[in-house]
Nanobody
Framework: QVQLVESGGGLVQPGGSLRLSCVTS????????MAWYRQAPGKQREVVAR???????DYADFVKGRFTISMDNAKNTALLQMDSLEPEDTAVYYC???????????????????WGQGNQVTVSS
């Protein structure tokens, strides 16, 4: 059974950094697109960053220049390096993976085949 297992969240002060990891457990799957989403209390889930197996990347405007997404195709692992964190970044972060090769990174959340369990990130002094 394939699962996405996230780690790396926690509490950090404003201006600090965290790195989230998303590791695929199980075998027999490769991802064409992996992504990070987040959901803050009382708000809708929103996409943070997306990456294709070919290395294309896409970021939400509110994280451009602060967050970096990367992907290890061989290990089906995605990373999200988060720098210059702000209190507004506080949320539960989810990784997602789609096994299809899409012509565009901007696919719907419903197109992802696998989701992680969520990882809390809190930015507070």
């Amino acid at each position: 059974q394939v699962q996405l297992v996230e780690s790396g969240g926690g509490l950090v002060q404003p201006g600090g950094s965290l790195r989230l990891s998303c590791v695929t457990s199980g075998s027999g799957v490769s991802f064409g697109v992996m992504a990070w989403y987040r959901q803050a209390p009382g708000k809708q889930r929103e996409v943070v960053a997306r990456i294709s197996s070919g290395g294309l990347k896409d970021y939400a405007d509110f994280v451009k220049g602060r967050f970096t997404i990367s992907m290890d195709n061989a290990k089906n692992t995605a990373l999200l390096q988060m720098d210059s964190l702000e209190p507004e970044d506080t949320a539960v972060y989810y990784c997602a993976g789609s096994t299809r090769r899409w012509p565009s990174l901007r696919i719907r959340a419903s197109h992802y085949d696998y989701w992680g369990q969520g990882n809390q990130v809190t930015v507070s002094s």
